[in-house]
Each structure stands twice: as C-alpha cells, then as structure tokens.
C-alpha cells in the first residue's frame, strides 16, 4: 500500500486516555510515526522556499521533522534532507536555507516565551522567591521553572519548598532549568529580574510544557535541574494527554 502524502498522513482514532483524538505524522528523517504535537513542521512557500512552522498552521503544502536540530543539520548536510522533503512534497524545486535549524530553534524560543507571557498576562504563572515559596509550601505549584543563571541555593530552596507543599520529601523533585537567562526572560514576561517562575494551574503548565520540552529536545539542552520529575503531578485535564519532558526520539509541540 502506497505510503500516503507526508503532510495527509492517516491520522488513525487513537484515543488518548480520556478518548482524545490524537492526530500523527510521519517524521521524514527517521520515520518514525508520532503525534503531531511532539514535531516541527516545515512548510513549503509559493517561492519554493523551505521554512519552519512550529505552529503547523502555514498553509500549503508541509513535511514533518522529529530530530535533535544536530541530526538535522547533519542531515541537511549529507543532502538527506532535501532528499525526504522532495518525497514528501513531491516537488524537487526548492530551496533550503542553510540556518534553518538556527530558525527553528528561534522559533521554538519564541513561542515558549510568548506562552509564558501569555500565562503571565491570565494569572497563572507567578514569579519573585517570596511569593513562589508561599505557593508551593501550599502546594499550589504545578510547574517550576528557572533561569539558566538563576543561583543554585535559590533553585534548591524553592524545590524543597515544592516538595514540602506536594507532600513528596524525598522525591528529589526539583524545576526546570530554562534555556535563557533572568535577562531574556524578564524581557519577554515585561517583569524585573525574572529569575524563577511557577504555574499554579495544571493545565497552564500543560501548555508550557508542550512548548518547552519541545524546545529542549531540538536544541538538546539538558541541566541537571532538569529533569522528569519537574512533570506536574496533577493529572492532566480533560481532553489533553500528560504532557512532560520528551521522550527519546520525540520532542513536544503545539503543532494542531
């Protein structure tokens, strides 16, 4: 049976635990068959030009990527790339920009900062020591996060204050370390010296960590308070699957 067009994939009713109808894509370099949210799609311009689109939402035609941007780029290298997008696409005319992993990076930055600031904006996410230990002692806490230069004694106060609200010492659950400084952070939520930021909802942290864990695993960020028990430990809402850290050969999206 002919494999059909990468961008019309079958999306077979794979309900998700709460009968959640989960549409997958093909990723073009490794193949491998995965929700569409956990990919980053490129999508093909009337002038032949390849670019990301990390929201899956330009129109015309698209191919589906899953990979470290690394392997990405490697792949742009040795011409695999080119080679699984003209299959995809059925179009050999096209042109791949040599910083393309270096704007889907951007663009993955991008959106995780605007999600922040969007959450920021409705009141779910909070910032300022004081006032995230306040929360997590009350175990109000869903989602901790820091800067990557936020100060090791401040990240590990905050964690054990979690850890204390959620009834969970010992756990080692501890927050996720930001690929960005206090300074860009602040920068995108409008705030002074954002060091460290919490979630107070579930589903706000679901979001965030769609975005987030999307973008860690193409960049292939990794510290050491970064880590899978930083997931929520709320269960997810109605309609969403348990969104954390991705797994292995995957990476989180928002992608529809």
């Given amino acids: 049976m ?26 073009i370099l490794s193949g491998a068959v995965v929700p569409a949210e956990q990919l980053v799609r490129l999508a093909l311009g009337p002038d032949g030009q390849i670019a990301p689109d990390v929201h899956g939402k330009a129109p015309g ?22 080679g699984g997008l003209a299959r ?12 393309l992993g270096a704007r889907i990076e951007a663009q993955l930055m991008r959106a995780t900062l605007d999600r922040l600031g969007l959450e920021a904006r409705s009141g779910t996410l909070i910032s300022g020591n004081e006032r995230i230990e306040q929360a997590a002692r009350k175990g109000q806490v869903r ?19 979690w850890r204390v609200g959620e009834d969970a010492e010992g756990s080692g659950r501890e927050g996720l370390v930001l690929p960005v400084d ?3 952070l602040s920068m995108a939520l409008g705030r002074e010296n954002a060091v460290h930021l919490a979630l107070t909802d579930a589903r706000a942290a679901a ?10 695993f193409f960049t292939g960020w990794s510290r050491d ?5 930083s997931d929520p430990q709320t ?9 954390g850290t991705a797994p292995a050969g995957t990476a989180a999206s928002d992608a529809f």
């Avoid at 800067?147 to 106060?157: F, I, L």
């Avoid at 269960?235 to 969104?243: D, K």
């Fill in 207 to 216: 979001r965030v960590l769609a975005h987030l864990s999307r973008w860690q």
């Fill in 182 to 184: 206090r300074g860009t």
């Fill in 2 to 27: 002919r494999t059909p067009h990468n961008d019309q994939l079958s999306e077979p009713d794979r309900a998700g635990r709460r009968g959640q109808h989960v549409p997958e894509r093909r990723c």
């Fill in 143 to 161: 989602l901790l996060l820091h800067a990557n230069d936020a100060g090791e004694d401040g990240r590990k106060k905050l964690a054990q204050a």
């Fill in 235 to 243: 269960p997810p809402p109605a309609g969403e699957e348990e969104i």
């Fill in 61 to 82: 035609r698209g191919a589906w990527i899953g990979v470290p941007r690394a392997e990405l780029e490697a792949a742009q290298a040795k011409g695999k790339l080119k």
């Fill in 225 to 229: 308070a970064s880590n899978r028990d």
């Fill in 88 to 99: 995809a696409l059925h179009e050999n005319n096209m042109v791949i920009p040599d910083d």
